[in-house]
């Protein structure tokens, strides 16, 4: 049996297993399954060794160990090195290899039926967790400025450290101040994952801005406070719900080498 699992603290919401088993039954991948599984710090080296052993023949990360994973692995891709987050692991000639497939899932997800242009534009991101530097990734070489924004300023200003080697133009701005009024601004914090739960930001100069996009990376529930609020305003705005989908496409890729189609049906798969 070839077994997959995504890992995280917590893990029960996780939507991986439905939708990378629909994609290993369609394409007839037999003996084959995915799981998750609730870990701690303390077994990070034990999910290493089980995939060093063909126990495990891929593995998804998530929240909190995309950077705590870093000093187990043997190699790493592009993207990790900027970014030092992974989501995926995958063993190849006997080594450990970690990647990042959320900076191109965000990616894909604007370009998804061309829903966001960001070259020349200004982004104010909100929120310095796990996810923000792949992210912020994209942006670096084409976007006119980026503002970044997190209740522990000192998070925030590690992100802009992070990409200090580039020509990106990074502001940080103190927790409930915003930023000029920009073109795309993604929720990257956890705030909306309970229903009652809002950002203590207004964005009154958003009123009937019908050009900015509201991006919030959670997908569950489907539209947060800060997406009703902006759809209230009359601005574009977007869940998780693609960035998801995408991330999830590419590690399926990493392992299997089967490029999958994002339809209807695997969309709907979400809505649970
Ligand atoms: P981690 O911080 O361990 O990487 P995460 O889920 O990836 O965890 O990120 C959580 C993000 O949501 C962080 O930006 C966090 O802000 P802090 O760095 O200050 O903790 C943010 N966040 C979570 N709860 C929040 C709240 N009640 N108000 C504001 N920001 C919050």
């Known amino acids: 049996m070839k077994k997959y699992i995504v890992i995280g603290n917590p893990i029960e919401h996780s ?39 063909d126990k495990l023949k891929g593995v998804n990360i998530t929240v909190p160990f995309k950077k ?18 992974v989501n995926t692991l995958v063993k190849i000639d006997n080594k450990v290899w970690g990647y990042n497939t959320d900076a191109e899932g ?64 990074i502001e940080v701005i103190d927790w409930g101040d915003e930023p000029e009024v920009c073109d795309l601004i993604v929720n990257t914090t956890s705030v909306g994952l309970a229903k009652n739960e809002n950002l203590d930001l207004k964005f009154k100069n958003y009123k009937n801005n019908h050009d900015a996009l509201f991006y919030d990376i959670i ?13 209230i305003r009359g601005n574009k705005t977007m869940n998780g719900k693609m960035m998801f989908l995408h991330q999830a496409r590419i590690a399926f890729k990493i392992w299997t080498g089967i490029e999958v189609d994002i339809c209807n049906e695997t969309i709907k798969l979400l809505d649970q």
């Open 68 to 85: 705590e994973i870093l000093p187990f692995l043997d190699e790493i891709d592009e993207v990790v090195k900027s970014t030092l987050s």
């Open 106 to 169: 965000f990616n894909n997800s604007l370009k998804w039926n061309n829903v966001f242009d960001y070259k020349g534009k200004n982004i104010f991101i909100i929120g310095a967790g796990g996810v923000t530097s792949s992210i912020i990734y994209n942006f670096i070489n084409s976007v006119n400025k980026i503002y970044i924004t997190n209740r522990t300023k000192k998070k925030a200003e590690e992100i802009k450290e992070l990409y200090s080697y580039s020509k990106a133009e």
């Open 219 to 231: 997908y569950n529930p489907e539209e947060t406070n800060f997406l009703k609020n902006a759809r």
């Open 15 to 53: 939507l991986s297993p439905s939708l990378h088993n629909y994609w290993i039954k369609k394409n007839k991948i037999i003996d084959s399954i995915y799981e998750k599984k609730k870990v701690e710090k303390k077994d990070l080296e034990k999910i290493i060794y089980q995939l060093k052993n």
